[in-house]
T-cell receptor, first 113, second 115 residues
């Protein structure tokens, strides 16, 4: 079992829908959680960064962390065709040494106009 | 806007040849990572630097891969000899410091094709 599990999709939804993307993880040492968006043949772009359980909102994006369930989510409201991309969840332990990010496989999202 | 710079963007090399990638992190960022991303997968960590020191290279295939960050600023990742299975996107990321509670920013990557 991989440390971070993420459904690769593809996930196809109509424009304007609410999108829910999820990851589960097994390593309880993870403390910092990130969501990246990656367009084809580009580097990952940081969307959301959270620490500890709870919600964080930024525009149309909401990140949710439930450490007790080892489950994180990204919600996209009023989805747009330009949101079509691969969404990667990533997480890292507390720092002070080796704290590289561990990624999920990425979910390929398609927003249909 | 500050960004992580990588070059080249694309590289095609023949099997058994040597290849090198360069990364210049965001100014002032002490922590630098190299990741490899195979098509359809998430990035996987190869090596982490804190300033000029290697913090984690446990996943770096040391028989053919090497990485350095001599002055604690820019970094080079080398593969010698390249194998067909090395075809992937090589990503560099930087963070202002190790310690976890800072964002990691990625460059645009170098897409390597080994033929």
């Amino acid at each position: 079992q991989k440390e971070v599990e993420q459904d690769p999709g593809p996930l196809s939804v109509p424009e304007g829908a609410i999108v829910s993307l999820n990851c589960t993880y097994s390593n309880s040492a993870f403390q910092y959680f990130m969501w990246y968006r990656q367009y084809s043949r580009k580097g990952p772009e940081l969307l959301m960064y959270t620490y500890s359980s709870g919600n964080k909102e930024d525009g149309r994006f909401t990140a949710q962390v439930d450490k007790s369930s080892k489950y994180i989510s990204l919600f996209i409201r009023d989805s747009q065709p330009s949101d079509s991309a691969t969404y990667l969840c990533a997480m890292s332990p507390p720092g002070g040494g080796a704290d590289g990010l561990t990624f999920g496989k990425g979910t390929h999202l398609i927003i249909q106009p | 806007e500050a960004e992580v710079a990588q070059s080249p963007r694309y590289k095609i090399t023949e099997k058994s040849q040597a290849v090198a990638f360069w990364c210049d992190p965001i100014s002032g960022h002490a922590t630098l990572y190299w990741y490899r991303q195979i098509l359809g997968q998430g990035p996987e960590l190869l090596v982490q630097f804190q300033d000029e020191s290697v913090v984690d290279d446990s996943q770096l295939p040391k028989d053919r891969f090497s990485a350095e960050r001599l002055k604690g600023v820019d970094s080079t990742l080398k593969i010698q000899p390249a194998e067909l299975g090395d075809s992937a996107m090589y990503l560099c990321a930087s963070r202002s410091r190790t310690g976890g509670n800072t964002e990691a920013f990625f460059g645009q990557g170098t897409r390597l094709t080994v033929v």
